[in-house]
């Protein structure tokens, strides 16, 4: 088996801090690096272009799969422009901006264009540290998918999350390891409301990411 600087890597990329995180990380890590983005009726497509704009950036190829049929059977705050983004994450239940099956749907596409470009290493930006209520960013969750791939295409594949264990200011402190911590506080979109950079400020999103930021801040005045 290559060594892992050797082989090659697949970044799912949306253009948001965590998955521009990642791609710097595949960077390092993995001699080639590719990038797949998704349209699947989200409502700010400014992400996909911020994300091609990361991947010339950084000089790696950048695919879009439209998966269009999704908004059509998910009805949600991410997907139809007539929910309005809860401000509060309710008690008990996912926030109304859960896309149902999005990172499985994800996964199992990004598997199919891997194996196609003769890839095993794919790499997403899912966290259960801050865990926001998505069933589909817990680590039990990717070992499953992982086993899944493998067993349903014949290829070994590794999913890699190296965001899994970290909170929104270590993602912060990792962005600034790899040298691109301007980079993701410009360049991404997080914000639930379609604004880039810091964002509306007033989403979940926006809290969390601006929640991190103040505390990666903070750590490296310390």
Not at 25 to 49: N, T
Request: proline content about 4%; some cysteine.
């Amino acid at each position: 088996m290559k060594e892992q600087s050797e082989r090659k890597a697949l970044v799912l990329l949306s253009g948001g801090q965590d998955s521009g995180t990642c791609l710097y990380w595949a960077l390092q890590k993995f001699g080639e690096v590719h990038a797949l983005g998704f349209d699947y009726g989200q409502r700010h497509k400014l992400e996909l272009e911020l994300a091609a704009e990361l991947a010339h950036q950084a000089g790696v190829s950048f695919y879009v799969q439209t998966l269009d049929t999704l908004s059509a059977v998910s009805k949600n705050a991410l997907t139809s422009p007539a929910i309005a983004v809860e401000t509060k994450l309710p008690d008990g239940n996912p926030p109304n901006t859960l896309v149902e099956g999005r990172n499985l749907l994800f996964l199992t596409f990004a598997g199919i264009y891997a194996k196609s470009k003769g890839i095993r290493d794919i790499v997403i930006g899912v966290s259960q540290t801050d865990y926001s209520g998505y069933p589909d960013c817990r680590n039990e969750f990717i070992q499953s998918a992982q086993q899944t791939l493998r067993l349903a295409m014949e290829v070994d594949f590794e999913i890699h999350t190296p965001l899994m264990w970290l909170t929104k200011a270590q993602t912060w402190q990792l962005a600034g390891q790899l040298g691109v911590v301007q980079i993701i506080k410009e360049k991404t979109l997080t914000c639930y409301n379609g604004i880039p950079g810091d964002g509306c400020g007033t989403c979940p999103a926006c809290m969390l990411r601006q929640k991190g930021w103040d505390e990666y801040q903070k750590r490296s005045t310390d």
